[in-house]
């Protein structure tokens, strides 16, 4: 019997009730973020280190790069760092790890976006060849799915 209350309880909740939100308690929306990009981004997955620079000292967060590009680069990072500030970005390529400074330009739990403060020569060369590793293997990644109709073929 004690039940059957118990469920009574439950099913005489005020339906009303139910859809208000409380705009305290809601998460903010993100801002709409207007992408105007100088270069291409290109699709990789690679692991990130990246420092922040707090008041109570350097803390280094992990992550994994979504895209990159000769200025800039996305990332889901734990502990997503803010808007605006200046990270140190540590990046294992196949050449030899690099650093560099970045601004965060954008940040969510889902992902953060970096630009890159004017690169050292090492760093703009090892990005530079990630890039173009990236682009010989594009093509097979992501494959144009029209590519039989463009030549000749049928889709």
Not at 64 to 75: E, F
Not at 132 to 142: D, I, N, P, T, Y
Request: hydrophobic residues 40%; proline residues 6%; positive net charge.
């Amino acid at each position: 019997m004690g039940m059957g209350r118990r469920g009574a309880i439950v099913a005489m909740v005020n339906k009303e009730s139910d859809m208000q939100v409380d705009s305290h308690g809601a998460v903010e929306r993100s801002r709409v973020y207007n992408v105007r990009r100088r270069e291409p981004r290109y699709v990789c997955s690679l692991h990130v280190t990246v420092q922040r620079f707090l008041r109570f000292g350097p803390v280094v967060a992990r992550g994994v790069v979504l895209d990159i590009s000769l200025r800039g680069m996305s990332a889901l990072v734990c502990g997503a760092p803010l808007v605006g500030e200046t990270v140190a970005i540590e990046l294992p390529l196949p050449g030899g790890p690099i650093e560099m400074l970045a601004t965060v330009r954008h940040s969510s739990d889902a992902k953060s976006g970096f630009e890159f403060y004017p690169l050292s020569a090492i760093a703009q060369k090892g990005i530079q060849d990630w890039i173009e590793e990236l682009r010989k293997h594009e093509e097979k990644l992501f494959p144009y799915p029209f590519e039989g109709a463009v030549h000749g073929g049928g889709v």
